[in-house]
């Protein structure tokens, strides 16, 4: 089974953290490789740009993918949902001079808009009652309004400086897009494919929450109880010998210097608290 992955940019490197911390560690995967192995031998690694993938998984050339919503509105593919991987965020914006006439979407009539993703504007004007012309463009979107290409673009931003730098305004929001794992529809329901899904999900499961281990007194074990935050109740155990329990709970890292505190205040002692690599809920 082949899962593709973003071969470089700004997507690559979160990728393949998260894939190695799922457990699926690549294997003799040099650069400038188009395959590679990892530890599972029924899994291998395809190494593709971001905008390709969509039509890779839908092809059956993958089963799976790892690309940003974006470009999967983009390709116009049918392929299953089956995790946002929280990373990559951005939105598609309409845009324009900031010093210019356009305002509002209706300032578009008439007007020309430039894009790299020129399927998306076409989906976002279909419901408006403007319909400009879309020009496609390969970079630079930003320069067109202001060497008479363009009145507007539809762009990603992240953090809207590169906008401000343009001198150039956002009008609304067209998409807003974050990593995904998506699936070819014939294999979605595959069990090796569940498996990576749940592997995934088991490390942003994780992602900001902690691991608490402690020893109670028998007697104040319901103090010490009623001042955990943790996810469901604790896990209680007994010590052999000792008029004392184990318990052990899973907090938000958020609330670990507070959670603290309020133990020992409780009765608890012995306080150990480890990072958690997955959480299989």
Known sequence: MRIAVPNKGRLHDPTIALLERAGLHIENGADRKLYADTVDPDVTVLFARAADI??????????????????VHESE???????????????????????????????????????EFPNIAKQYFADKPV???????????????????????????STGTTLKMNRLAIVDEVLSSSVHLYANPEVAEDPKVQQIATALESVLAADGKRYLMMNVPEGQLKEVEDVIPGMGGPTVM?????????VHVVVDEREVFET??????????????????????
């Open 54 to 71: 969509p039509e890779y998984v839908a092809d059956g050339a993958a089963a799976i993918g790892i690309t940003g919503r974006d470009q």
């Open 77 to 115: 593919t049918d392929l299953v949902d089956l995790l946002d991987l929280d990373f990559g965020k951005c939105r598609l914006v309409l845009a324009a001079p900031e010093d210019g006439p356009i305002e509002s979407v209706e300032a578009l009539a008439g007007g020309t808009v430039a894009t």
């Open 131 to 157: 319909s400009p012309d879309i020009v496609e463009v390969s970079g630079a979107t930003e320069l067109t309004p202001h060497v008479d290409i363009a009145d507007a673009i539809i762009d990603i931003t």
């Open 238 to 246: 007994d010590i052999d010998g000792q008029d004392a329990v184990a």
């Open 260 to 281: 603290i505190t309020r133990l020992k205040q409780a009765g608890a002692s012995d306080i150990l608290v480890t990072e958690i690599e997955r959480l299989v809920e």
